[in-house]
């Protein structure tokens, strides 16, 4: 193949100041893990740019890592040259002859911040576009609507040929924010939620509550799917399994049904919290849309948020469910969210839940349970993993452990 690097585009970075650097190191650690399998690949930093060197590897893997990578706003396979004006020619020539199918147009076009170089922008465009006019068939230059551009960057380092200029994600690179717990249940929102956490930077890892064996092993693997669906963007993803049963028990003989939600989601949030302050994480994450279900209502979020200190981020709290299902499906959740089988919540839904829960009478409820040892002990008995793109982890094998540990 051709190629020997890939150039990194990385837009909003670059404009973050004082920052820049230490963001920069960020994402160029970040591309470095989601490409450490294969081995012969060198990610560099030269003259504010990132490259990542191929030497061999193949391209096309290469290219769907990245555009996964958080903080890549566009990237471009590339040949490098060194500063001859042949060499640049030759290797214009057969940059586009590759291109499949075979442009009728094209044009070429000369960046030159290396200001020593012999010739002008615009000349090394003429001698470029003439040498490859006559050495192809059938191929004009358009320079309004070209179906092909040949780009020419022209730097200290040596000469970058390009024709292929591929959209990234955007958004910051991973763990550029800091540290959340997402709190991920099997549904559609949660996993876009975190997904929209990642992409503003945040190092994320997941809660899950769960109810085994009450709740099927299924249950438990549509979490670990989504888990590695997302991992996919962050390189591995941890997930930290609560045992609720015992919970949701105590919940089913003290609260009115009508209250069952309130209580569960209240109890939701303290364990969190407190697994946040053990992961050093700053925030929550939920994936809450206003109005969506009666848990959702304001005064619901009011009285469920009541019992905790840390920020609880909704990235989806404004956005409409059509808009979300769009985005669970471009980013591959949405299949294994659709998944029919219950989680401890569906198990749970009381016929009249209540749209305006009250403090007062959720504190009134709590009272007749043992909150304190309760969040202890599934606290104690939570599980954590860490998921990556490639293994495949089974909830049998995570549900056994935690079931040997259990009776120890
Ligand atoms: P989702 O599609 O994410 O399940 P939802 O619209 O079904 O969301 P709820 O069931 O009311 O909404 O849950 C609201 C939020 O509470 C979820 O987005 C998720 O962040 C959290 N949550 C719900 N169930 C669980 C669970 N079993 N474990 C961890 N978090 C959960
Ligand atoms: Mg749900």
Redesign the pocket.
Known sequence: MIYDSILIRYGEIALKGKNRYRFEDRLLQNIRDVLKDLPKIKVIKTFGRIYVELHGEPHDIVIERLKKVFGIVSFSPVKKTDLDVEEIKKTALQLLKQINPFPKTFKVETKRPYKLFPLSSPELTYEVGAYILRNTENLTVDVHHPDTVVDIEIRQEGAFIYSQTIQGVGGMPGGSSGRALV???G????PV?SYFAMKRGLQVEG????TYPVTTEESLQKVLDLAKVLSHYSGSFRLHLVPFLEIQKEIKIYAPESYNITIMRRM?LRIAERLAKKRHALALV????LG??A??TLESMYTINHVVRIPILRPLITIDKLDIVEVAKKIGTYEASVRPFE???SLFVPRNPTTKPKIERAEFIEQKMEVDKLIEDAIQRTRTITITPQDDMKAKDVLFTDIKEFMK
């Open positions: 709190l991920i249940s549904g559609i929102d949660s939620a809660i899950h509550f769960h939701f939920t994936g809450e849309s969506q279900v848990s959702q989680d401890c919540c």
